[in-house]
């Protein structure tokens, strides 16, 4: 009798390395209402302008519903590249709506990205910690990871010019310059201008995700990599998802013309284009509310969300705990004892109505167990200050004192 395969063995080999996302698993529990969740990268529901996407959505529908409904092109929605590219000139990026391609959310850019420039066992360079969804990404297709260390000014640039000595075949850089996931640091400006000199000198391109970039609360904005760049080496990614909603899942790239209509092959390949019809109600959104307004808005929200944290922290946490003490962005990195496994914390977090994102899930290679990520964007200050007593009790009865 011949034996038959059994269906696992026809996966494809990439999937062998791949893991479930630990943030989307955690997120199954934090849907129970009370449970006070540090976990998800969640904008506040509470600000999105509801009433104005649903207008814009209407108008799209009532006024353009043909065209609106109909297949269109892979690049995107004219005026609403448009719009994006004035967008990136303000912040001092050289781009016109030929630039500029709409993706399904910025993680469609890491797909993309990846599916142009990685073969399998290709060399990338990203942070320890980094993003964990760009590790996923980058997973699927095979690559290496070369980390690089990280600390309050953002990436370390003296570790990747020795990890580019010792490894010049290094394909790609990946980096969130602004307020990063997991950590909450910011790129300080002489490691920007040095990173870009690096690229150049090396050949090696960076892949610049600026999610949060809009959502500064404190200290002078810095310019983007894309800014600096004078040699076409920066991809540019950034997404609607925090300044207007996440779930219409529109993001954009800019780059330049050599690799821009290689990324444009791709994405015809993955899902010809990005939702039409939402891609309209942007638009309209933009061109008939002060999105600057919107912003401004969920900067002061979030901003008090922070500081309400950072005291909390201060507050309750036990002496020998380090934190970050991000200007921007969603979240916060805290360190806790070598010793500590931020996992068993977490169940007993659970048990006390906590959850956060243990850290490991965000170290490419080697993991470290003893961080945690907290997300302050998505709980009112009330519930801050609550959860993070709670958290500190818990912490404490694992020696961190």
């Given at each position: 009798m011949?034996?038959t395969?059994?269906p696992?063995?026809r996966?494809?080999?990439r999937?062998d390395?791949l893991e479930v996302?630990t943030?989307r698993?955690?997120?199954?529990?934090?849907?129970?209402?009370?449970?006070i969740s540090f976990?998800?990268?969640l904008?506040a529901?509470?600000?999105?302008?509801t009433?104005?996407?649903?207008?814009?959505?209407y108008?799209?529908?009532?006024e353009?519903?043909r065209?609106a409904?109909?297949y269109?092109?892979t690049?995107?929605?004219a005026l609403?590249?448009?719009?994006i590219a004035?967008?990136m000139q303000?912040?001092g990026?050289?781009?016109?709506?030929n630039h500029?391609?709409?993706t399904s959310?910025s993680?469609q850019g890491?797909?993309?990205?990846?599916?142009v420039?990685?073969d399998?066992g290709?060399?990338?360079?990203v942070?320890?910690p980094?993003?964990?969804?760009?590790?996923q990404?980058?997973?699927?297709?095979?690559?290496q990871?070369?980390?690089?260390?990280?600390?309050d000014?953002?990436?370390?640039v003296?570790?990747?010019e020795?990890?580019?000595?010792?490894?010049?075949?290094?394909?790609?850089?990946y980096l969130v310059?602004?307020?990063?996931?997991p950590?909450?640091?910011t790129?300080s400006l002489?490691?920007?201008?040095?990173?870009?000199?690096?690229?150049?000198?090396?050949?090696?391109r960076?892949l610049?995700?600026?999610?949060?970039?809009?959502?500064r609360?404190?200290g002078?904005?810095?310019?983007?990599?894309?800014?600096?760049?004078?040699?076409g080496?920066?991809?540019y990614?950034s997404t609607f998802s925090k300044?207007m909603?996440?779930g219409?899942?529109l993001?954009w790239?800019?780059a330049?013309?050599?690799i821009?209509?290689?990324?444009?092959?791709a994405?015809?390949?993955t899902?010809l284009h990005?939702n039409?019809?939402a891609q309209?109600?942007?638009d309209r959104?933009l061109?008939?509310?002060p999105?600057?307004?919107?912003?401004a808005?969920?900067?002061a929200v979030y901003?008090?969300?922070?500081?309400?944290?950072l005291?909390?922290?201060a507050r309750?946490f036990p002496?020998?705990?380090?934190?970050?003490?991000?200007?921007?962005?969603?979240?916060?990195?805290v360190e806790?004892?070598?010793?500590?496994r931020t996992?068993?914390?977490?169940?007993?977090?659970?048990?006390e109505k906590?959850?956060?994102?243990?850290g490991?899930?965000?170290f490419a290679?080697?993991?470290?167990?003893?961080?945690?990520?907290?997300?302050f964007s998505?709980q009112?200050?009330?519930?801050?200050?609550e959860?993070i007593?709670?958290l500190?009790?818990v912490i404490?009865?694992h020696?961190?004192?």
């Amino acid at each position: 009798m011949i034996a038959t395969p059994t269906p696992a063995a026809r996966f494809a080999r990439r999937m062998d390395s791949l893991e479930v996302s630990t943030v989307r698993e955690i997120l199954k529990v934090t849907e129970m209402p009370d449970i006070i969740s540090f976990a998800g990268g969640l904008p506040a529901p509470e600000l999105f302008p509801t009433q104005e996407i649903a207008q814009a959505f209407y108008k799209v529908i009532s006024e353009d519903g043909r065209l609106a409904l109909q297949y269109s092109t892979t690049e995107g929605y004219a005026l609403l590249r448009q719009r994006i590219a004035a967008r990136m000139q303000t912040k001092g990026i050289r781009a016109a709506a030929n630039h500029i391609l709409i993706t399904s959310g910025s993680q469609q850019g890491l797909d993309l990205v990846a599916k142009v420039l990685l073969d399998a066992g290709d060399k990338v360079i990203v942070e320890r910690p980094t993003y964990l969804a760009a590790i996923q990404t980058f997973s699927v297709f095979e690559a290496q990871f070369i980390t690089v260390a990280s600390d309050d000014e953002g990436m370390d640039v003296d570790d990747v010019e020795h990890k580019l000595r010792e490894h010049p075949d290094v394909k790609l850089i990946y980096l969130v310059a602004n307020f990063q996931n997991p950590s909450g640091t910011t790129l300080s400006l002489p490691r920007r201008k040095r990173l870009i000199r690096l690229a150049e000198r090396y050949g090696v391109r960076l892949l610049e995700d600026d999610p949060y970039g809009e959502l500064r609360y404190r200290g002078a904005a810095l310019p983007p990599l894309k800014a600096l760049d004078e040699s076409g080496l920066v991809i540019y990614l950034s997404t609607f998802s925090k300044t207007m909603a996440p779930g219409m899942r529109l993001g954009w790239m800019v780059a330049e013309p050599e690799i821009y209509q290689r990324l444009v092959i791709a994405k015809q390949a993955t899902d010809l284009h990005t939702n039409t019809v939402a891609q309209r109600a942007a638009d309209r959104y933009l061109a008939e509310n002060p999105a600057d307004q919107h912003i401004a808005k969920i900067r002061a929200v979030y901003g008090e969300r922070c500081r309400v944290m950072l005291e909390a922290l201060a507050r309750y946490f036990p002496a020998s705990v380090r934190w970050t003490k991000p200007e921007g962005g969603m979240f916060l990195w805290v360190e806790l004892a070598p010793e500590v496994r931020t996992e068993e914390v977490l169940t007993e977090a659970i048990a006390e109505k906590i959850a956060f994102v243990p850290g490991a899930a965000f170290f490419a290679n080697e993991k470290e167990h003893n961080f945690m990520r907290l997300n302050f964007s998505n709980q009112k200050p009330e519930k801050i200050e609550e959860g993070i007593k709670r958290l500190a009790q818990v912490i404490a009865r694992h020696g961190a004192a």
